[in-house]
Structure formats: structure tokens, C-alpha cells
């Protein structure tokens, strides 16, 4: 699967913003998908994750705050942000996960919360 995600840049504490992942390629096979974040000097982790049944999890730290979902037709994934906070900043990955768990990762889009 081929992931390409945008929507990052720079926003203020407090605002919002709305990340999206478009995939391609073997989109039946998708078990999971998700949002992974890598702040600097730190591991990447997992901010949300929603499976093909329809159930999501989060990271306590965005719980209320940001939300995952998906829209089927255009197989692609969103993450909506809202009262962002200095500490959210870090590069946001999605990642896909298969049925025979093999792992794909789109390319890092940005995301910088600051005044």
C-alpha cells in the first residue's frame, strides 16, 4: 500500500488543523490504520488508530481532542486536530497495517504548534 499524507504546517496553541493520508494499491488488505507522531529526540508512537471494523483507540494525551477516521470512497484517512497544544508538534505519520501484518508508512508531514 502507498500512503501520501499532508495537511501539516504551522498553526497557534489552541487552533486546528486536519491531516489526510491518501492510500493506494492493495486497499482490501488493510487490517488497521493509523497516526503516528515522532517529536525530536523522541520515538515514534501512536497517536490514533482506527481498524477496519470501525474501532478506534487514541493516545491518552489527544483523547477528546483529535479524531481519526476514514472515508472508504476515497481510501483515504484523516486526522482532525483541535486545541492544539506546543507539545503536539512533531513530523505525523500514517501507516497502514495488513491482515499478515506487514507495515507500510507514508512520508512525514510536519506538524509545528507554536506563537
Known amino acids: 500500500v502507498q500512503l501520501q499524507a499532508f495537511g501539516g504546517g504551522l498553526v497557534q496553541p489552541g487552533g486546528s488543523l486536519r491531516l489526510s493520508c491518501a492510500a493506494s494499491g492493495s486497499i482490501f488488505s488493510i487490517r488497521a490504520w493509523g497516526w503516528y507522531r515522532q517529536a525530536p529526540g523522541k520515538q515514534r508512537g501512536m497517536v490514533a488508530r482506527i481498524f477496519s471494523d470501525g474501532m478506534t483507540n487514541y493516545e491518552d494525551s489527544v483523547k477528546g481532542r483529535f479524531t481519526i477516521s476514514r472515508d472508504g470512497a476515497k481510501n483515504t484517512l484523516y486526522l482532525q486536530m483541535n486545541s492544539l497544544k506546543p507539545e503536539d508538534t512533531a513530523v505525523y505519520y500514517c501507516?497502514?497495517?495488513?491482515?499478515?501484518?506487514?507495515?507500510?508508512w507514508g512520508q512525514g508531514t510536519q506538524v509545528t504548534v507554536s506563537s
Open positions: 501507516n497502514v497495517i495488513s491482515y499478515a501484518l506487514r507495515n507500510d
